[in-house]
């Protein structure tokens, strides 16, 4: 009876601390996966382009073009030290900087996207984003 009693208890404290916890294990992905996951999800993607991730501090990027509209989608190294520290900044404070202006940046997992905020599709790319995993 003790048993069933703790087990019970587990599973609650599990379900407690881990509802709604999505985990992102995207490192295995490039920038340029996404376009396709886009052109799965119906959106009309007109160009991709290799971006540098040098001025992010990123391993790659790539812009990507959807109904006249671009996107930056840049990819960190969270095996590395200072890729995880750079990965975990972008994260907390959800902003790129080009020469020190801030551009607000949707993060999961390994991933960054820049240029959402005024895309008018802006939602269902997140969406997309949501399932990029």
Same mark, same amino acid.
């Given at each position: 009876?003790?048993?069933?009693? !703790?087990?019970?208890?587990?599973?609650?404290?599990?379900? @407690?601390?881990?509802?709604?916890?999505? +985990?992102? =294990?995207?490192?295995?992905?490039?920038?340029? =996966?996404?376009?396709?996951?886009?052109?799965?999800?119906?959106?009309?993607?007109? $160009?991709?382009?290799?971006?540098?991730?040098?001025?992010?501090?990123?391993?790659?990027?790539?812009?990507?073009?959807? =109904?006249? $509209?671009?996107?930056?989608?840049?990819?960190? =190294?969270?095996? +590395?030290?200072?890729?995880?520290?750079? @990965?975990?900044?972008?994260?907390?404070?959800?902003?790129?900087?080009?020469?020190?202006?801030?551009?607000?940046?949707?993060?999961?997992?390994?991933?960054?996207?820049?240029? !959402?905020?005024?895309?008018?599709?802006?939602?269902?790319?997140?969406?997309?984003?949501?399932?990029?995993?």
């Amino acid at each position: 009876m003790r048993k069933v009693i !703790l087990t019970v208890a587990a599973v609650c404290l599990a379900v @407690l601390f881990l509802n709604g916890c999505k +985990s992102y =294990d995207n490192n295995y992905l490039k920038p340029e =996966d996404f376009a396709a996951r886009l052109r799965q999800a119906g959106f009309k993607v007109k $160009s991709v382009r290799p971006l540098p991730g040098e001025p992010f501090r990123a391993t790659s990027g790539a812009a990507i073009l959807i =109904d006249n $509209s671009e996107i930056g989608v840049y990819k960190f =190294d969270p095996t +590395s030290a200072p890729g995880k520290k750079r @990965l975990e900044q972008v994260t907390q404070s959800k902003r790129l900087y080009i020469k020190g202006l801030p551009f607000p940046v949707e993060v999961r997992g390994c991933f960054a996207i820049m240029g !959402l905020e005024k895309h008018r599709m802006k939602r269902k790319i997140i969406e997309v984003f949501d399932d990029f995993y």
